[in-house]
């Protein structure tokens, strides 16, 4: 079974080896029929340190580092990050 991928903003760097990555859903209300957003954050490991505030990130799914952790940073995104500076 393949593992979920969720692109999402860094809202925070601040812990060691965690950000926070705000993922944002749209949807059609089943009953108003109008485009409504849902977001919701998700801690992800980033081993490296590299992702900051209000980058672009992606994340996938994985096994539990920690009682809320079970998210990482995509390593290719982590590589791109570190290349040039910016999110990819």
Not at 27 to 40: D, L
């Amino acid at each position: 079974m393949p593992k979920r991928v969720l692109q999402g903003t860094v809202v925070s760097d601040k812990g060691e080896k965690t950000i926070v990555v705000k993922v944002e859903r749209r949807f059609t209300h089943p009953v108003m029929k109008k485009t409504v957003r849902r977001s919701k954050n998700y801690h992800a490991h980033d081993e490296a340190n590299v992702a900051k505030v209000g980058q672009t990130v992606f994340i996938e799914e994985c096994r539990p580092f920690s009682k809320t952790k079970t998210w990482k940073l995509v390593e290719d995104q982590a590589a791109a990050v570190v290349e040039t500076g910016e999110a990819a």
